[in-house]
């Protein structure tokens, strides 16, 4: 195919589009104004012709850049996909006809909006380059798992089983974990009435016997460099041998340590008889099944009491401010231990709030009741020796007063703390290419951002369980188990193949050089015109993937393996010299420079609206879908993540006559819903001082409005695009008219 661009325009009237609006007079703004070398029309852009006809112009007439007025881009995305050509989308459908009136009075406006968005494509499109792989891509696809407990276990055989090599890296000298230490798990069958073998050892042999899986035990990883498809990882042994092996993506497994309570004193941890759930484990399994001892003397266990959110769910200092998602179970299943040996042993499990969660939880939870284990809401006010076991008082929250009970045994629930290594906020990296093995950390990464992945509250590795699960900010290293939050075997079971299956994508893409979630398969990545870089390392400091280092001279080093396409640097960069092929400062520039702007006295204001293309965009089109109408003065252009958007845009727009600017980008903060974690905090912060920028141009700051909107705001979005036109009926018409 020829370097030189040829442009085809192809305009849709399918979906009532022909019958609102005048496409012929689309087509010949496509082609005198944003000269578009080929234009066609069809009644079903989206049919087998329809597709053909923009197939053949590609094969026998040379377009390589195609400009589509029809649906949203997010619709139809299989039909409208070609192979080595640029592609934009004009929004007529749902962005136009589906969000205004079908009335006389409203046709002048949906025409103007539909005209504007066919220039917006063309010129688009008329900007981008075709992506094109940079070659860093290798073709590594084995998965190093670090950790060889249950959740490791399970990544490993799953992604066997889907014909990938692995290597567990497991610290200890024994696969299995804490699951290997229990004697029962929770039930995960129907009926769901009794605990069940671990099935830990038959793991264990899979794994030992399976060609695919290679096991490092008593090793650590000290070392981690590299991208996707080429991860490089030191694995060393407690004896000190390191061998260095190369890896198309990374688990990290590495479970949980139990909270210790021994510092608070009214748990009474420390006497004898006053245990954790994982030593009541330790006792079963010696047991196998027999009498339970008691560690002070060895007397049978008679009765006993589970102390549930031991240490837990509470803002006191030392306790854990979560709940750990599986102890309530635990409690249930380990009293079973008591009542299937003797049903005449005393079981009693004081609970403030009893949670039992997943399919079976219910009935497990209903057998226990069968099995006459007693459950007693209460809130412990003191454990203590008694002499002969423990002494347990607690409030009794239904008769509303102070009880004693004595047992022989009571065990507590003491929750679930991460092993997530070092947090990036406490020891990051200095600067590039300095180094230094930490015995705390899990990956020991090369990266400038910090040696482990990034860590949300309390301390759980960062991977959103709405907008990315198992993903973390590093690109290609998914968290999988408790490391990732709490839970119990069952949802590990399920964490771990999720994450086996994302790694195994994320090796995948990362061989044909294309980009991770969420915008998986995207070939293009980012480039720097060198010359105009300022060294102001912004773009290395906001990405919030790590995926930019510094070269010798100190000019930022794109890694398109960690990239996640989000344009965050881009947004980022003062002097404006980073871009993508198809997405770039120019793209989004000729797109607002290129609509029609009415002068004053027109009365038709223009308002910019950049709405990021994961939750906004999204829901400005389920707003067309659902009939919500919004202004005909609104201009949508989608963008990346609004952490993208640099401020030259909005000066742009409001120096050319837009009257108002809105942008929608997700929401921030600590329940972030950013799939591409910091990017809209990074553009709220930025537009935060837009003011200066309006003060300069002598113009109010009401015209410029940056919001937080979820994919469900079908309703809010429209109106917040609403409440900017009626600000500037209010204030006015802008001063920068032509």
């Not at 038959?202 to 035990?217: Q, S, T, W």
């Not at 990882?233 to 004896?239: H, K, L, N, Y």
């Not at 007693?374 to 454990?383: E, R, S």
């Amino acid at each position: 195919m020829s370097d030189e661009k040829k442009t085809g325009c192809y305009i849709c009237k399918g979906c009532g589009i022909g019958e609102r609006l005048n496409t012929s007079q689309m087509a010949t703004i496509a082609e005198r104004e944003a000269r578009a070398n080929i234009v066609r029309e069809h009644d079903f852009l989206c049919s087998a012709e329809g597709v053909a006809m923009i197939q053949n112009d590609i094969d026998n007439e040379g377009v390589n850049h195609i400009a589509i007025v029809a649906c949203s881009r997010r619709a139809k995305t299989e039909a409208f996909n070609f192979d080595g050509v640029a592609i934009s989308r004009g929004n007529i459908r749902e962005g136009v006809i589906w969000v205004r009136p079908d009335t006389d009075e409203a046709q002048e406006t949906t025409q103007e909006m539909a005209e504007d968005y066919t220039r917006m494509a063309v010129f688009e499109v008329n900007a981008m380059n075709v992506p094109k792989p940079s070659g860093e891509a290798e073709g590594q696809t084995n998965i190093l798992i670090v950790g060889g407990g249950l959740s490791g276990m399970t990544a490993a055989i799953e992604a066997s089983k889907a014909g990938y090599k692995c290597t567990i890296v497991e610290k200890s000298g024994a696969l299995g974990g804490h699951a290997a230490q229990a004697w029962k798990r929770i039930p995960q069958h129907a009926p769901y009435k009794d605990p069940e073998d671990t099935g830990i050892d038959e793991m264990i042999a899979a794994i030992e016997a399976d060609p695919n899986i290679e096991v490092c035990l008593n090793s650590r990883v000290t070392r981690t460099s590299g991208a996707p498809g080429r991860f490089s990882a030191d694995i060393s042994t407690e004896s000190g041998d390191t061998k260095t092996e190369n890896f198309g993506a990374i688990i990290q497994a590495s479970g949980y340590t139990d909270h210790d309570v021994s510092h608070i004193d009214k748990l009474g941890y420390g006497n004898a008889d006053v245990i954790t759930q994982a030593e009541l484990e330790a006792l079963a399994r010696e047991a196998n099944g027999g009498p339970i001892k008691r560690p002070s003397d060895g007397k049978e266990v008679a009765n006993v009491v589970f102390i549930q959110c031991a240490g837990q769910r509470s803002d006191e200092e030392g306790h854990l401010p979560y709940c750990s998602g599986h102890c309530c179970l635990t409690s249930i299943k380990q009293a079973m231990y008591f009542k299937d040996q003797n049903p005449d042993i005393d079981t009693t499990i004081l609970y403030d709030d009893l949670r039992t969660p997943g399919a079976g939880g219910e009935d497990f939870y209903r057998s226990g009741q069968d099995k006459q284990v007693i459950f007693t809401k209460g809130a412990v006010n003191q454990i203590s020796s008694s002499g002969n076991g423990a002494k347990v008082n607690f409030k009794d929250r239904i008769l509303d007063e102070d009880v004693e009970i004595e047992a022989d045994l009571v065990v507590l629930a003491t929750g679930m703390v991460p092993n997530s290594g070092v947090n990036i906020d406490e020891v990051p990296q200095d600067e590039p290419g300095q180094f230094e093995v930490s015995v705390d950390s899990i990956l020991n990464l090369t990266y400038r951002q910090g040696k482990d992945v990034p860590q949300l509250k309390y301390g759980f590795s960062d991977s959103h369980f709405i907008c990315f699960p198992y993903e973390t900010r590093r690109t290609g290293i998914y968290t999988a188990g408790p490391v990732r939050r709490p839970m119990d075997d069952q949802q590990a079971i399920e964490d771990a193949t999720g994450a086996a299956l994302k790694a195994i994508q994320a090796a995948e893409n990362a061989q044909l050089g294309r980009a991770a979630h969420p915008r998986s398969g995207d070939l293009s990545y980012p480039s720097f015109r060198r010359e105009g870089c300022t060294q102001c390392k912004r773009c290395t400091v906001e990405c919030p993937f790590g995926a930019i280092d510094e070269d010798e001279e100190r000019y930022p080093k794109f890694n398109e393996g960690r990239c996640r396409r989000c344009g965050t640097c881009m947004g980022a960069c003062p002097v404006r010299v980073i871009s993508f092929e198809n997405y770039s400062v120019d793209t989004i520039g000729q797109q607002i420079k290129n609509i029609d702007i009415p002068d004053e006295f027109d009365e038709k204001p223009r308002i910019l609206v950049l709405a990021c293309e994961n939750d906004a965009y999204p829901a400005l089109d389920m707003a067309g879908m659902a009939g919500v109408e919004y202004s005909a003065f609104a201009r949508v252009i989608p963008v990346r993540c609004l952490g993208s958007t640099n401020l030259i845009w909005v000066t742009d727009a409001l120096n050319s006559g837009y009257d108002g600017c809105v942008l929608m980008g997700c929401q921030k903060g600590e329940n972030y819903q950013c799939h591409f974690v910091k990017g809209s905090e990074m553009a709220h912060y930025r537009m935060s001082k837009v003011d200066d920028t309006l003060q300069s141009l002598s113009l109010e700051p009401e015209r410029v409005a940056t919001y937080e909107v979820a994919i469900t705001d079908i309703e809010r979005a429209p109106q917040l695009i609403n409440d900017m036109a009626e600000t500037i009926e209010r204030i006015g018409m802008s001063p920068f008219k032509f």
